[in-house]
């Protein structure tokens, strides 16, 4: 096993490594000049020179790119070009918002998606099974954004029983916090839901054929007993990788749903530096999503060799 985590932890340093060469050098092929765009058209050269020696975009690209990992692996991202404040300060800000908002989803995701597979395994076949395959695919095709604005519509506009948007902060709050995630949540949480139920569905059916399920009814069980028994925790490996990557996908897909609910949080903080053309905020704000979603999935991996230690005798083959 601490083979098969070195193994990981050895992938995942590399993943990081590419993913900042290629954020760095993309931002850095992006048409425009910051210094002028924060200058304005009507800024000389001299002057638009002097800003970028003070951002130190007259260095070559490798040093600022050297400069730039050194000083994450110190904690310093840089200073924002536009907001004048730390970047890591900025981030750590938003992350309060993103994360419980991606957190929140990933839980009714589950509490919805998993219930309603196991529901439709039991019931292959009937109309029960067809009614939440059905459901499962329509929401699977709703967009988020528009679900999110029909949820505004019915519970904010119509019943008024929640905010229609924005955010405050958690330490002014705490309650009207979390009631302002409630919608932006659901928002999220609908078409992974329908993704899980339709995954977990096919895992069971898959395993009620197996031999261990027949010898656990020989045994006087009944379906519902030895599927719960013996075979949702195998119906539970496939699962397993979905739910890493549908984590990852909430923390990189909140940039969308945190502007229509106008949330304060990392996915409008990327759009609002990418709209203002601050490349050094970018950055920082885009390496820590990547952070957050490769970590994920190394958890993931290891989760799943936990609970099947063939994978762990794989790895050392």
Do not use: C
């Amino acid at each position: 096993m601490i083979l098969f985590a070195l193994r990981r932890l050895f992938g995942f340093a590399v993943t990081l490594l590419v993913a900042a060469i290629v954020i760095f050098w993309l931002l850095d092929l992006l048409p425009g000049d910051p210094a002028q765009f924060m200058l304005g058209i009507n800024a000389t050269p001299e002057a638009v020179a002097r800003l970028r020696g003070q951002m130190g975009l007259d260095a070559p690209a490798h040093e600022r790119f050297i400069g730039w990992i050194l000083g994450m692996l110190q904690g310093d991202f840089g200073t924002s070009y536009t907001q004048r404040a730390p970047v890591a300060e900025l981030i750590g800000g938003r992350l309060g918002v993103t994360l419980p908002l991606a957190v929140f989803a990933m839980v009714i995701s589950m509490a919805v998606g998993l219930p309603l597979g196991i529901l439709a395994a039991r019931r292959r076949g009937k109309a029960l099974d067809t009614i939440i395959m059905v459901t499962a695919q329509t929401g699977v095709a709703i967009p988020n954004f528009w679900f999110g604005m029909l949820l505004t519509l019915l519970f904010a506009v119509t019943l008024r029983w929640l905010p229609p948007g924005g955010f405050t902060p958690w330490n002014e709050d705490s309650g009207a916090a979390l009631r302002g995630l409630v919608l932006p949540s659901l928002a999220l949480a609908l078409p992974q839901a329908s993704i899980l139920a339709r995954v977990m569905r096919t895992a069971l059916v898959d395993v009620t054929g197996q031999d261990y399920i027949r010898t656990a009814r020989a045994k006087g069980l009944t379906m519902g007993e030895a599927v719960w028994r013996h075979g949702v925790r195998n119906a539970l490996l496939p699962v397993l990788t979905i739910l890493g990557l549908q984590f990852a996908y909430l923390v990189a897909g909140t940039i969308i749903v945190e502007n229509v609910f106008y949330l304060p949080g990392l996915g409008r903080l990327i759009f609002t530096a990418i709209s203002e053309r601050d490349l050094i905020l970018v950055r920082g704000a885009t390496i820590i999503l990547v952070v957050t979603v490769t970590a994920t999935m190394l958890l993931t991996d290891i989760a799943y060799a936990l609970v099947d230690p063939r994978l762990r005798e794989r790895s050392t083959m």
